[in-house]
């Protein structure tokens, strides 16, 4: 199976800059995809970055040009490395991962870092 872990969310001044991290272990040969989400106050759940195995990327309009994400492959890690950060950043962040079956796709979630942007 594959786990999963966050780290490097925390609080942070508007304007300042943060970098996230998952790790993944397990069966790593089986991920596709990884990417992040977050979930902010009275919102739901929404994509903010995403990257396949070939390297392309997909962003979140509200995060083009401030956002980076970028993978590792031999340290099985993903990151997001988020400048300029606004107080609507603020949110939940997961990391996520597409793992390949042969009856299909499935994904994975950690469990989260809180990312708070506040003066």
């Known amino acids: 199976q594959v786990q999963l872990v966050e780290s490097g969310g925390g609080l942070v001044q508007p304007g300042g800059s943060l970098r996230l991290s998952c790790a993944a272990s397990?069966?790593?040969?089986?991920?596709?995809?990884m990417g992040w989400y977050r979930q902010a106050p009275e919102k739901e759940r929404e994509l903010v970055a995403h990257?396949?195995?070939?390297?392309?990327?997909n962003y979140a309009d509200s995060v083009k040009g401030r956002f980076t994400i970028s993978r590792d492959n031999a340290k099985n890690t993903v990151y997001l490395q988020m400048n300029s950060l606004k107080a609507e950043d603020t949110a939940v962040y997961y990391c996520?991962?597409?793992?390949?079956?042969?009856?299909?796709?499935?994904?994975?979630w950690g469990q989260g870092t809180q990312v708070t942007v506040s003066s």
């Open positions: 996520n991962a597409v793992i390949a079956t042969e009856i299909g796709d499935y994904d994975d």
């Open positions: 397990g069966s790593i040969f089986s991920i596709t995809a």
């Open positions: 990257i396949t195995n070939g390297g392309s990327t």
